[in-house]
C-alpha cells in the first residue's frame, strides 16, 4: 500500500482533472504575485485565463537557471519574507547560488513528498535511518530529515563526511538505511572493508539514493557489497529539492509526484513538446507551491516517460533514469559545478590567467575534480613554493565559495590549448563504467 493512495493510485483522469485545476491557479498566483512572471507572460500575450487544458502549459513561458541567478536572493517570491520559513540554496552558474524559499505550506508540501519516497523506498517506521546526505543549504540532508520523521522513523542525521564514525554509528546504532548519494555509500563500503568491517552482517538493508548520475552497474555494485536494496530519489532545488521522483519496488523507473509537478518533455534543441515516451529535456511546472512558484523549469536533465500500471499499482507517471544533461553542470560530491563558476573565482584571482581545464577524475568511489589554470609569468617563474601558496590560495577560494574540495594546478603561461572555437573545458577522465 503507498504512503498517500489517494493521489499515488488516482486514476489518470482524476489526476489530470486535478493537475489542471492547480495549474490554473499556479499561472493566476505567478501572474498576480510575481513581476517576473507577470512580464514574461505579457510578452507572450498568455494570460491566465489562457489555460483550459493541460496542454496549454505549451503557451508559458520556460524558466532558466539564469533568470533566479539574475532575480537573486528573492525576486521571484510571490510572498512577503515574513512568510518564508526556510530558504535552501545550491550552486548557480556563475559566483552567486541559487535560492529555494519555502513557506510553511511548501515545507509541509515536501516533507509529503519525502515521506512517500521514503515508503515507496520500503522504509519503515520500526527502521533506523542514517541520514548521510549534507545537511544544511542543501536540499538532500533536511529533506531526507524531514520524510524519514513523518515516517517514525528513528532519524540518525550524521550528515555527509567522517567516514570511519558513520561505520561506528553505522554498526553501534544497528541502522537498518543509509540516506546518502550513491558515491558516497561507495566510500563507506570501500572504508568498511578496509576497517574489515563487513556492512553485509550488519542490520543495514536499505539506501535512498540521488543528487548525482549513477549507473545501474553502479547501483548493483552497491546492493552487492553492502547486501542492501538500493533505491532512487531525484529532485532539485528550484522544485523542492529531492521528492519530486522516487523509485518503487519494481526499480524499473522513477515516479513523479503529479499532484505537485506537471512533467514535460521537450525537444533540447527546438523546445516544442514532444509525444509520450520521446527522450529530450524535463520540465516541470510546480502546481502547488507557495514562496516561489514555478513555470516550467527547464532541468536540462534527460529522459523519457512511461505512462503504465506500475507492478506496485501506482499510477503516477514514470520517468526513466536519468540519461545525461544537456549542459556542462558537473556534480562533485553532491555539489553541483559549472565550468562557468569556476572561471568566475579564477578571475578573481589576480596571480592566475583565465586558461583552465577541469579533469574530472576519481578519487577511490568519489567525483574529484582537478583544476588546471595557467599562472601569471611572473607568478610560475617564482618558483614552485610560489605556486604552490597559490594553489592553496585558489583552492581555498574554490571551497570558500562553493563548498567543494579541489586539487589545484598551476601550469605554464600557454600550457592550454587555446580555442579556435567552443574551448574544451571538461575533460572526463573516469572510467566510463563509473560515470
Ligand atoms: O540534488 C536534490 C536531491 C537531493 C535529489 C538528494 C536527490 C537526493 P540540486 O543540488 O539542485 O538538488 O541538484 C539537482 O542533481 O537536476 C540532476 O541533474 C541531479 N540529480 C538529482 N537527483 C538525481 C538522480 C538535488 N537520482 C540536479 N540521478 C538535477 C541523477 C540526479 N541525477
Same mark, same amino acid.
Given at each position: ?23 490554473? /491557479? ?19 500575450? #498568455? ?33 512577503? !519574507?515574513?512568510? #518564508? #520559513? ?21 515545507? *509541509? ?17 520500526? &527502521? ?13 540532508? !533536511? ?12 532519524? $540518525?542525521?550524521?550528515?555527509?563526511? !567522517? ?20 558515491? %558516497?555509500?561507495?566510500?563507506?563500503? *570501500? ?31 552497491? /546492493? ?22 522516487? &523509485? ?15 512533467? /514535460? ?31 516550467? %523549469? ?53 596571480? $592566475? ?13 568519489? &567525483?574529484?575534480?582537478? #583544476? ?39 601550469? /605554464? ?23
Amino acid at each position: 500500500m503507498p504512503w498517500n493512495d489517494t493521489f499515488e493510485c488516482m486514476p489518470v483522469v482524476d489526476l489530470q482533472k486535478f493537475q489542471l485545476e492547480k495549474l490554473k /491557479e499556479t499561472v493566476a498566483y505567478a501572474y498576480e504575485r510575481v513581476p517576473f512572471y507577470r512580464r514574461k507572460l505579457e510578452e507572450l500575450k #498568455v494570460k491566465p485565463g489562457d489555460i483550459q487544458c493541460l496542454e496549454d502549459v505549451a503557451k508559458l513561458p520556460f524558466t532558466v537557471k539564469n533568470d533566479l541567478r539574475d532575480n537573486y536572493p528573492f525576486g521571484l517570491c510571490a510572498v512577503p !519574507l515574513k512568510e #518564508v #520559513v526556510r530558504v535552501h540554496a545550491s550552486s548557480g552558474t556563475t559566483g552567486k547560488p541559487i535560492t529555494g524559499p519555502y513557506t510553511a505550506d511548501d515545507l *509541509e508540501q515536501w516533507t509529503e513528498c519525502m515521506a512517500r519516497s521514503l515508503w515507496s523506498a520500503g522504509i519503515r517506521p520500526d &527502521d533506523i535511518a542514517q541520514n548521510a546526505y549534507g545537511h544544511g543549504l542543501f536540499t538532500g540532508g !533536511l529533506g531526507f530529515h524531514q520524510g524519514a520523521t513523518r515516517l517514525g522513523c528513528t532519524v $540518525v542525521p550524521t550528515s555527509s563526511g !567522517l567516514t570511519e564514525r558513520q561505520i561506528m554509528l553505522m554498526k553501534d546504532f544497528g541502522s537498518t538505511a543509509l540516506l546518502s548519494t550513491p558515491s %558516497y555509500a561507495l566510500t563507506i563500503a *570501500e572504508r568498511a572493508e578496509e576497517l574489515k568491517v563487513n556492512i553485509r552482517d550488519l542490520p543495514l538493508r536499505i539506501g535512498v539514493f540521488g543528487a548525482e548520475p549513477w549507473t545501474i552497474a553502479m547501483r548493483e555494485e552497491i /546492493e552487492r557489497r553492502m547486501g542492501i536494496r538500493a533505491m532512487e530519489a531525484y529532485g532539485l532545488t528550484e522544485l523542492c529539492g529531492p521528492g519530486i521522483a522516487f &523509485d518503487c519496488e519494481a526499480q524499473d523507473g522513477l515516479h513523479i509526484n503529479e499532484d505537485h509537478f506537471l512533467a /514535460e518533455i521537450v525537444d533540447p534543441g527546438t523546445f516544442e513538446p514532444l509525444p509520450l515516451g520521446e527522450k529530450g529535456e524535463l520540465i516541470f511546472t510546480s502546481l502547488q507551491r507557495r514562496a516561489m512558484p514555478m513555470l516550467r %523549469y527547464r532541468t536540462k536533465d534527460i529522459t523519457r516517460f512511461r505512462r503504465e500500471t506500475c507492478a506496485c499499482g501506482r499510477t503516477l507517471l514514470k520517468m526513466d533514469k536519468l540519461s545525461g544533461r544537456t549542459d556542462d553542470m558537473l556534480i562533485i560530491s553532491g555539489v553541483n559545478v559549472f565550468p562557468s563558476q569556476i572561471e568566475a573565482l579564477l578571475l578573481e584571482i589576480p596571480e $592566475v590567467e583565465p586558461q583552465y581545464r577541469l579533469l574530472v577524475r576519481k578519487k577511490g568511489y568519489l &567525483d574529484h575534480l582537478v #583544476v588546471q589554470v595557467e599562472g601569471k609569468k611572473e607568478i610560475y617563474e617564482a618558483g614552485a613554493e610560489k605556486r604552490l601558496e597559490i594553489e592553496a590560495k585558489v583552492s581555498g577560494h574554490i571551497k570558500g565559495m562553493m563548498g567543494v574540495g579541489v586539487e589545484v594546478n598551476i601550469v /605554464e603561461p600557454k600550457f592550454i590549448t587555446r580555442s579556435e572555437g567552443k574551448a574544451l573545458r571538461v575533460v572526463d577522465e573516469r572510467p566510463k563504467h563509473l560515470r
